[in-house]
Nanobody
Framework: QVQLVESGGGLVQAGGSLRLSCAASTSIFRSYAMGWYRQAPGKQRELVATISSAGRTNYADSVKDRFTISRDNAKNTVYLQMNSLKPEDTAVYYC?????????WGQGTQVTVSS
């Protein structure tokens, strides 16, 4: 069982920045593909960004050129740097870890962007 703990959410004005962190409780963190997803009220959970164990990244079109996912294997942590935030980025952001058929989720952190 892997525990994921997100942090860094909060309230920010449009155009501002936030950095989310997700710490994983596993000794083989470097083997996991990691991702960030988000869910806005009344909407389905959607992919924001992923990073493979090899460091390859993938982004939703809506966040390309604004968000950056990265990982620090020495700290068992994945980050999401969010710049130029928009009100439509308001959501609960969830961290995800995947290896083989195993999939783990964090509890989520709220991001609210005011206009």
């Amino acid at each position: 069982q892997v525990q994921l703990v997100e942090s860094g959410g909060g309230l920010v004005q449009a155009g501002g920045s936030l950095r989310l962190s997700c710490a994983a409780s596993t000794s083989i963190f470097r083997s996991y593909a990691m991702g960030w997803y988000r869910q806005a009220p009344g909407k389905q959970r959607e992919l924001v960004a992923t990073i493979s164990s090899a460091g390859r990244t993938n982004y939703a079109d809506s966040v390309k050129d604004r968000f950056t996912i990265s990982r620090d294997n020495a700290k068992n942590t994945v980050y999401l740097q969010m710049n130029s935030l928009k009100p439509e980025d308001t959501a609960v952001y969830y961290c995800n870890a995947a290896i083989g058929i195993m999939l783990y989720w964090g509890q989520g952190t709220q991001v609210t962007v005011s206009s």
